[in-house]
Every structure is written in C-alpha cells, then in structure tokens.
C-alpha cells in the first residue's frame, strides 16, 4: 500500500512543509534545554568564618545601628509571653441511651371552697329529762323542752317515731318503750313535722350499763323435806362466802328470788333488773360460811 503520491503536484509541497516544521521543533527544543551560548561556570567563593564576639563587643548589622554582644545574649533569655487562643471543645456525640422525658406538670390543686354554714334549725330542742338512763329498765317518760314546738311534731328517738303529748309551745312529751334501751349506747332525740319541714336541733340520751351483782353462784343445799333451799355464794372481791335463802337481799341492792341447781335469779331493788348467775366451782380458798342481811317482811318480792 502506497502511502504517499510523489506525482500529485499538492503532495510534494505537503511533504516539504513537515519536514521544515519537524525541523523547527526541534530547534527550539534544543534552545530550551541546552542553549546555544558558552558560559563559564562560576566557582563559589568561601564565606569567612565569624570569629567569636568578646563580650562588649559590638556587631555592625547591615544598613543599621551597631548592637551590642551583652544586648543579642540577654535578648536569648527575654521572658516568652505565650498567648493562649479561645478553644471551643466540640459539642459530644448523643448518648443513645438518653432521651428526653417531659416535665412532670404538677396540677395545683384546686382550692376547696369553704363550705357555707347550714341554716339554723327552724325550731329549738333545749333540754330532755332524763337525759341519763340505765340499759335494761322499762319503759319511761321523756320530756322534752324548747321552743316552736307545734302540735303537729312527734318526738323521734334514734330516727323512730314515737306517739307525742303537746303540751305548749315549749314542752312535749312521750314515753320511751324499755326495748329502746336495751343496749347501753346513746340514743338521738329530735323533735320534727313527719314532713321534716319543720326540725329541731339534736339531744342525746346517755344509756348505761347496769349495775351488776359481784357474787358468784357456787353451790345449793336442799334439805330432805324441801321447805327452803339455801344457795351458797361467793363475794368476788373478799372471797367470803355466804349462804342465801329466797327473798335475802345481798350487796345492798340485790334481793333472791329464785333458787335453783343451775342459776340463781337476783333483781335489783333499785332499779327492777333481774339479774341470773350461772352455778360455778368458785374459789377453793373461801372463808367460813356466813349469813346476809336477813329478809324483810315489809318489802316486795316482787319486781
């Protein structure tokens, strides 16, 4: 394969063109790396060595003033002023294991408003009589002192109704049934339209336990013709023991009205509260038999 074509007249003057360019490029090369000019290598010349300054001496520095020796070698231990620049850490990498809990909100509390006293009873309960009773009794009257009482009021006692006497304005009465106070405890009174339209304030009842007989039931002997049986008691505070018939009365209050070989029955003289002791061994270190105060013929038997 023929490459160039000698007998093209354009190709001759193509050919002569590269060759006159290769040539310059050349040449211009070599001047930039070699040059075409001789020069003479210069040899450097020895620096003088200092000499060593005496002290005192001074040294003339180019183009200014002379300095002294003593001066350059107390400028070598001239306190170094170090200024520290402002250093900001950088801010730390997020804990994983932290994360952000709201503030507990504390409510304040509300402020409680005060109540508003209650109205004043319409109608007034002063006093009742008795106010102070014994659990156990019968039945018995109650009165009861104020004002605006009306006829159309009952007396309540512990929210029951009771039948009402009205006497004025400022009285009523009634009578308590025994099971009222059957318990010890107290018991409200107040006085009131069935309605409750019209009220009174409250009065309190005191019940109380009854006395009871410090004995101990210990023992009985019948005789063979069964005409009086003797009961054998024991006083609890001495130990005494005492030998009763029916209708003795002993403590001061408490009279026998029943003999039998399980119970003795005692009633209160005073207050006509029957009072039954259960047969027991007592205490084996009693005293010697002994009599109460003996029966009398004017008092009852009878509760």
Do not use: C
């Amino acid at each position: 394969m023929q490459l160039v074509d000698l007998n093209k007249p354009g190709e001759k003057k193509k050919l002569i063109s590269a060759g006159v360019l290769g040539l310059a490029a050349i040449i211009v090369l070599y001047w930039v790396f070699i040059g075409f000019g001789s020069s003479t290598p210069t040899t450097a010349r020895p620096q003088p060595t200092p000499s060593p300054q005496r002290a005192g001496q001074t040294t003339q520095r180019p183009n200014g003033p002379a300095v002294s020796q003593d001066v350059q070698d107390a400028a070598k231990f001239t306190e170094i002023v170090y200024q520290t620049s402002s250093y900001n850490a950088p801010d730390a990498r997020r804990n994983i294991f932290a994360y952000y809990e709201p503030p507990v909100v504390v409510k304040a509390p509300s402020p409680t408003p005060t109540p508003s006293p209650s109205p004043p009873p319409p109608v007034l309960l002063v006093s009742v009589s008795p106010s102070n009773v014994y659990a156990r009794t019968g039945d018995f009257k109650l009165e009861v002192a104020g004002d605006k009482f009306t006829s159309a009021m009952r007396i309540y006692v512990d929210g029951r109704e009771l039948p009402t006497t009205y006497k004025n304005p400022q009285q009523v009465s009634t009578t308590v049934p025994a099971s009222f106070i059957a318990n010890p405890g107290a018991r409200n009174v107040v006085v009131r339209t069935p309605d409750n339209q019209l009220f009174s304030n409250e009065a309190t009842i005191n019940v109380a336990a009854p006395p009871t007989p410090n004995f101990s039931y210990i023992g009985i002997i019948s005789p063979e013709n069964r005409v009086a049986d003797t009961a054998v008691v024991q006083d609890k505070s001495n130990k005494n023991v005492l030998s009763v018939y029916k209708g003795d009365v002993i403590g001061g209050r408490f009279r026998v009205t029943s003999i039998s070989d399980k119970e003795l029955v005692l009633t209160d003289t005073t207050l006509k509260i029957k009072h039954t002791l259960a047969m027991t061994e007592g205490d084996k270190s009693a005293g010697p038999l002994s009599r109460p105060t003996p029966r009398v013929d004017a008092e009852d038997d009878e509760p």
